[in-house]
């Protein structure tokens, strides 16, 4: 007999296969998050994070971007992530806003559109709209957020965003992609009409009981989110004069999907002013109830969109990236916040220490030191709290900074030398371990100001041995470079010998002083600690007291953006032992959280290591800041 109702099904199939490829459908039991993070430099790229619930997500690829930005990006930044899965269930598709804030403000003029078989890898078109449609659009100074939806009775995948003229509304429009998805095929055309002619961006479409429910932004009117709905995709979309985000601060950016095998949707949307993201709950779309007390991510989301996957998608996308906090990496070095490091090798114990500021504390308010020891100068143990303000120092009990450490050979043993900052002056402790405990002089050896100076701070020792005269200098300053050399306790010297030996205007603090070679070399931090364009120059000199000479390309560690790396500055030098290389170690902001921090960036800091070498002719190369860190071999 035959079976009519599987026969019908299968001419249907044959007369729509160009459309679905009648195709199963893929079986969703994950989430894939796609986001970007912040406004600021190497912030505008998308990045990726999973859930298995809807609820529960972590970041993947060590927090980075998924895309090189360099690659797809006419503006060299992208942003808006809105990503959907083909009809037929085989590819998917990415549209991305074209803008770099840092550069362009608000203003840019393309979209991204982009195609995809696996989630991984990702071919890419960039739509100029004002070179695409001279004749209506040449003169557009916003193209924002654009989306995409299957249009089922045209058989084509639209797309829709905000576009702006000078002086005028923000207006939703739409156009479709051609069949490859790497051009739009129409002229744009107004999708939604605001009743009072206000502006409306950042269109997110879904449908549902037979009609298409367009969320957006008021943008410049309330900048909450509303609702407009039609039973027609392109026209017709009448607008629900209630706002439907649960929070009274300005909210941007939505996103909906349907939670798997459930009749409950996600509304999401990016509380931009607090740098925050609330999530929502709704089984009609039209009352929603906030659910951010069952709602985890291990990093902070600016405008994305989430899409249901399969667990098979699922293990691609952890098997390609990792999630972030499984990828190995050897920066930082310390768990925890610490900064301003000092680094040693010590001849009695045969391995490296590390004196880093306790960091962490609102203001640089810590009040104690710890040291740590490593064999290989990436595997670190946490020795002992060396040195305590509070319980150890008579003359001060507060901001605890910038120590630096001098291993001395004595006939008897070894003697250790500590010289760190406390109340904006310096003092000197003694021990015979360079783990500790140490004892402190009772009296600060730096709390007054050289001669001809009168700004700046007495903070940032450095201790250097010379090794041509075997003299010990100190060097200290915030704003000005002192130095002087010591006298044969290692905790006097003779005022008149004071020299002042500021490299240039560029100089801030966090002097770091080393011998190769015939040459010594002067490393200093720019700029303010809490900024993220802190970083390190330098200077050469035939003498441990000048004068210097500044090479021409002396900026040797700064920020990597496109790694998240930000704030790198306040560092020591450390050579090998019986080799020629050299480390350098610094602090950054906190990765990857620092650059959204504000100010506070400045003592929520970590430690890390890489590589610093020289040309022929013995100046510095320019230091790449790593996430792999170093491995001696």
């Known amino acids: 007999m035959i079976n009519f109702k599987n026969l019908l099904f299968g001419i249907l199939c044959a007369c729509i296969l160009t459309l679905n490829s009648c195709s199963e459908p893929v079986k969703t039991e994950a989430y894939l998050f796609a986001y970007f993070i912040g406004n600021g430099p190497g912030q505008e790229a998308v990045h990726y994070a999973i859930s298995d619930d809807g609820f529960n997500y972590r970041a993947l690829n060590n927090y980075l971007p998924i895309i090189d930005n360099d690659v797809i990006s006419k503006q060299g930044g992208v942003r808006d992530p809105h990503i959907l899965r083909s009809d037929d269930g085989k590819s998917f598709f990415m549209v991305l806003t074209d803008l770099y804030v840092p550069n362009d403000g608000w203003t840019n003029e393309s979209m991204i559109l982009l195609k995809s078989d696996d ?71 107004q999708l939604f009409f605001h009743p009072e002619g206000k502006s409306c961006i950042d269109g997110d479409i879904i449908f549902h009981e037979g009609k298409y429910h367009l969320f957006f932004k008021t943008e410049g009117h309330g900048n909450g989110l509303k609702k407009a709905v039609s039973d027609k995709l392109t026209e017709g979309y009448e607008m629900q004069d209630k706002y439907l985000q649960q929070t009274k601060e300005a909210v941007e950016g939505s996103g909906i999907f349907k939670l798997n095998d459930s009749e409950k949707f996600i509304l999401m949307y990016d509380v931009y002013m607090k740098g925050s993201y609330q999530f929502t709950e709704s089984t009609d779309l039209e009352n929603f109830t906030v659910i951010d007390e069952q709602i985890s ?21 952890i098997k390609e990236f990792g999630y972030a ?74 901001n605890a900074w910038a120590p630096t450490m001098l291993e001395v050979k004595k006939e008897d043993g070894y003697e250790y030398f500590y010289y760190f900052t406390a109340s904006q002056s310096i003092g000197v402790a003694t021990s015979d371990s360079p783990s500790g405990p140490f004892t402190d002089s009772g009296k600060p050896l730096i709390d007054f100001k050289p001669n001809g100076v009168s700004g700046g701070q007495e903070i940032d020792p450095d201790i250097f041995k010379d090794p041509q005269s075997d003299i010990t200098y100190l060097y200290w300053g915030n704003g000005y470079l002192a130095a002087v050399p010591l006298n044969d306790d290692l905790k006097s010297f003779d005022k008149e010998k004071i020299t002042v030996m500021t490299p240039d205007q560029t100089f801030r603090e966090g002097v770091e002083v080393f011998f190769r070679n015939g040459k010594y070399y002067f490393l200093w931090s720019e700029d303010d600690t809490r900024s993220e364009n802190y970083r390190v120059r330098y200077a050469i000199s035939d003498s441990p007291v000048g004068p210097l000479e500044i090479p021409e390309n002396n900026l040797i560690l700064s920020k990597n953006p496109k790694l998240g790396i930000y704030g790198t500055g306040h560092n020591s030098v450390i050579n090998v032992k019986d080799t020629d290389d050299w480390m350098i170690v610094y602090h950054r902001f906190k990765r990857p959280e620092g650059i959204r921090m504000g100010q506070s960036a400045g003592f929520h800091r970590e430690v890390c290591i890489d590589k610093m070498e020289f040309d022929e002719n013995g100046y510095i190369l320019k230091i790449e800041p790593t996430i792999d860190g170093v491995v001696l071999e």
């Open 119 to 189: 989630l991984v890898n990702w071919t890419h078109s960039n739509i100029h709209i004002p070179t695409v449609f001279p004749e209506k659009f040449s003169e557009v100074r916003r193209v924002w957020a654009p989306q995409t939806i299957f249009d089922s009775k045209a058989g084509k995948y639209m797309v829709y965003w905000s576009m702006q003229f000078e002086g005028e509304a923000d207006i939703i429009y739409y156009a479709y992609a051609n069949s490859d998805f790497t051009a739009l095929e129409n002229e744009p055309q």
């Open 297 to 317: 991510m291990d990093f902070h989301p600016r405008h994305g969109s989430v899409l249901p996957i399969s667990l098979e998608e699922k293990e691609r996308l």
């Open 325 to 398: 906090d499984e990828v190995v990496s050897g920066n930082p070095v310390l768990k925890g916040y610490y900064a301003d490091p000092e680094i040693i090798y010590s001849e009695k114990e045969q391995k490296y220490f590390l004196y880093p500021t306790s960091d962490g504390y609102d203001g640089w308010s810590g009040t104690y030191f710890k040291t740590f020891s490593s064999e290989n100068l990436r595997d670190w143990k946490e020795e002992a709290v060396i040195l305590d303000l509070k319980k150890d120092v008579s003359w001060s009990d507060r």
